[in-house]
């Protein structure tokens, strides 16, 4: 249901691949509550995803950019500003990858090259964005830039490998940034820890199901579907937010304030 919340507004969307990336259904919702949007991602993920069915049906550019690339970033910017026709209201970061994870080698024994380039696509990448929009003054004052973390930033989940120091690195990059933008521009910055959601990148962590399983016990409300999270994330960009910065923000159901579930148990 639309109420308009970001209507006037112009986004660009990072990391859609297919209809079960979060940030897909974040498009789809900016678009229904009335935003203009570019969408992007590696060039690799625009010839084996879906990402252009999606431009079709937003009436969406879909721009190719490698995020770990500066070049890249600033013709994204360019190019998304000049489709839309002016500055940038809202960007959604929804970048992640690890071949450590994809080659199922334990944390234990990392290969540490592959670990610099996991921290490179996931985290040190919304620096560079951040820097590129900054340093462009691309951004419209009180505008808003999210990036997606997990609760593995704070806690120990052995399974999810070196990702958790990406993103402990990524929502410090949100609270480093958000104080520099919010200085120049009134710009907010802030991160979202998802509850675990199927999606392509998350369903290839080991343990995954489990992972699942386990926080929808453990959560009052149960886990928090990629369709609540881009509603969420509609939210955080809508100017009902604009004092709301250099926050990691849970959106998991309560999973991150529960110590123990008696249904977990199997105890009243």
């Known amino acids: 249901m639309s109420n308009n919340l970001l209507k006037g507004k112009k986004g660009i969307i990072f990391g859609a691949l297919d209809e079960q990336s979060i940030a897909w259904k974040v498009a789809e919702q900016c678009v229904e509550q009335g935003a203009t949007i570019s969408l992007t991602n590696a060039p690799v993920a625009l010839r084996f995803g879906k990402i252009q069915e999606l431009g079709e049906k937003l009436n969406a550019p879909v721009i190719a950019a490698d995020a770990t690339n500066m070049d890249d970033l600033n013709a994204l910017i360019d190019q998304s500003q000049e489709a839309m026709g002016g500055k940038i209201d809202f960007v959604l970061h929804s970048i992640g990858m690890s071949l450590n994870v994809r080659k199922k080698r334990e944390y234990t024994n990392l290969k540490h090259d592959w670990m610099l380039k996991t921290l490179d696509i996931s985290a040190v990448s919304f620096h560079r964005l951040m820097q590129c929009l900054y340093e462009k003054d691309a951004m419209n004052d009180w505008g808003s830039i999210l990036a997606l973390s997990y609760i593995a930033a704070q806690r120990v989940f ?9 993103k402990a690195l990524l929502e410090s990059f949100a609270r480093s940034f958000g104080y520099h933008f919010g200085v120049k521009k009134k710009v907010r910055v802030n991160t979202i820890s998802q509850s675990p959601t199927w999606t392509t990148a998350g369903s290839g962590v080991k343990g995954f199901q489990q992972f699942f399983d386990y926080a929808e016990e453990m959560s009052p409300l149960g886990n928090a579907t990629a369709d ?6 509609a939210m955080m960009f809508s100017d009902f937010t604009r004092k709301v910065t250099m926050q990691n923000l849970f959106h998991d159901g309560g999973y991150s304030f529960m110590g123990i579930n008696p249904k977990v148990m199997d105890v009243e």
Not at 228 to 233: F, H, I, K
């Open 158 to 166: 052995p399974d999810y490998n070196e990702m958790a120091e990406a």
């Open 228 to 233: 609540e999270c881009a509603q969420y994330c």
